[in-house]
């Protein structure tokens, strides 16, 4: 099984357009420790020919080009994409807007949660996307799903969706609907995903709190591409550039007794992968002592490109 | 008055996702006479240091990253953005989805007809734009209106809207509603733009047909942007790469007797660039025989980060 992370930033990417943080700013000057990450997302394949895009971000145009086995070959048809599937873990604009790129006439899968699904629906923006062509298909948590190609031949990789704590999509939070913003279990999903060979990893891009549950889910794992979002809770508060913590944003913080290392620590994991890592985060910087201590820590920050065989 | 192209392309960018036709397949394999551009929009200031954006692209994260002043510079404040406001000229996904890119708490006026500014309304994808801070201005056909900065400064540009032939954009379309799918005046509209200086362009990225009152409004005029979507009415579907003609699609050809390039060469106008090129259009290649005739008919081919000083 072959992944490559098409986005390791998260919403608005690294750097953000508005942000002039000292991280979006080093970006900005190119300098050699602040490497530049488009928005959420990454591609998985059996074969290198046929792929599922996990979570489809708004900057899916740069991230195809910048993935050239994402793109029709010159020996494929007049009209062709090596994209079989689009699978989507929550209704976050970093998460589906990218769907508006897929425009028109092509055949590929679009699995998400009802949830999610009924309110891609709603949004007649997302009418580019043509029934005709493109299926819907409904997640049922827990259960064990096949991908299967345009041409309904199972891809080899099976996905199996469980929900993680988290919150409903900013632009769907409901305030009269009290602390939580009307958000339930299916507008957060984590995936197991098992390839051919049999090998497993989880993909987790959003995830408020880790729970006992998922601590033994987690266990002995290979791979897991983990929430990446924020160094510390009130990072963006205390470095004025945001009025919101990670808990208000549906995201545990890497750092601290709460915080994911320390408690992922607790547990066997092979491969360990942040992603959907905030412009504000400072282990995004490569010669920063917050990327050393996640290094310590057994940690690898994702970066786009990056590639993963298992 | 400056005039930036950010993006050349029409609807999908150069190349689109799944399409084979030679013209993407050439610049997939990046021959220097097949440059890639993305999405259709033009950027415009007085200064070079406020901006306003014409049209909204998907791909305009990437263009904000290939045109650095657009982005915050290192004194500007942590939180910042040189986009003052952004024009909308219809509905087209490759002219809205871009909004998305401008998410939360960051202030800007949005300018469009009650027809598209009611489409963004009713789509909650575009709640990612907090109206506590973004501001949506109706432009009201054939008046002046005056741009200003978030400061409610006048930028020293002016727009003069006007309705040109077209359609509704793609995803709207109504097929109950007859042969023109429920289009009105307010759903494609050009512009006239006056720069403090006095100087004025046109900037037409859509337009069906070419009515004698255009021609009048167009003659003497310095500088227009025009709709390059097709070479030929019927190319996409001669090539097999679609079922639509230009007709169909709410764009004028370049070629032919009733193409733009013969019909402007009726009038009198000093410099004139063709944007919004489709995919499909063989005079986006540098030594095509087409590019050759659009050139010695006064004709430039706009290409993405093109400058223009007026």
Chains 1, 2 share one sequence.
């Not at 897929?102 to 699995?111: D, G, T, W």
């Not at 041409?151 to 602390?179: H, Q, R």
Request: proline share 5%; with cysteine.
């Amino acid at each position: 099984m072959f992944i490559k992370v098409l986005g390791a930033a998260a919403g608005g990417g690294y750097p953000q357009w508005n942000c002039n943080h000292p991280n979006s700013r080093l970006a900005r000057l190119k300098t050699s420790n602040a490497v530049p990450r488009t928005q959420s997302s990454i591609a998985v394949s059996s074969d290198k020919k046929k792929w599922f895009i996990f979570n489809a971000s708004p900057d899916l145009r740069q991230q195809l080009w910048d993935n050239p086995e994402l793109m029709p070959s010159p020996d494929d048809p007049l009209r062709y994409s090596p994209i079989m599937g689009v699978i989507l873990t929550n209704a976050d604009v970093d998460h589906t807007a990218g769907l508006i790129n897929l425009r028109e006439s092509q055949k590929f899968n679009l699995y998400a949660t009802n949830r999610v699904l009924d309110v891609i629906g709603k949004n007649s923006i997302f009418n580019v996307l043509n029934p005709k062509f493109v299926k819907k298909l409904p997640i049922k948590l827990a259960n064990i799903l096949e991908l299967n190609d345009t041409e309904d031949n199972f891809s080899g990789i099976s996905i199996k969706p469980f929900s993680v704590p988290g919150k409903v999509a900013l632009w769907l939070e409901d305030e009269s609907k009290g602390k939580n913003f009307g958000s339930v279990e299916e507008d957060t999903i984590a995936l197991e995903v098992t390839g051919a060979n049999n090998k497993k990893f989880f993909y987790i891009p959003a995830c408020a709190s880790i729970p006992e549950w998922l601590l033994t889910k987690l266990d002995n794992s290979e791979l897991v591409f983990f929430d990446g979002t924020l160094w510390q809770d009130d990072e963006m508060i205390k470095q004025n550039v945001g009025i919101k913590t990670g808990k208000r944003m549906g995201h545990i913080s890497m750092s601290g007794e709460e915080g994911s290392i320390e408690i992922l620590n607790k547990i066997n994991i092979k491969r360990k992968v942040f992603i959907h890592i905030n412009t504000t985060n400072p282990a995004l910087l490569e010669d920063s002592n917050e990327r050393k201590i996640a290094k310590e820590n057994g940690w690898e920050i994702a970066y786009d490109t990056m590639e993963i065989k298992l």
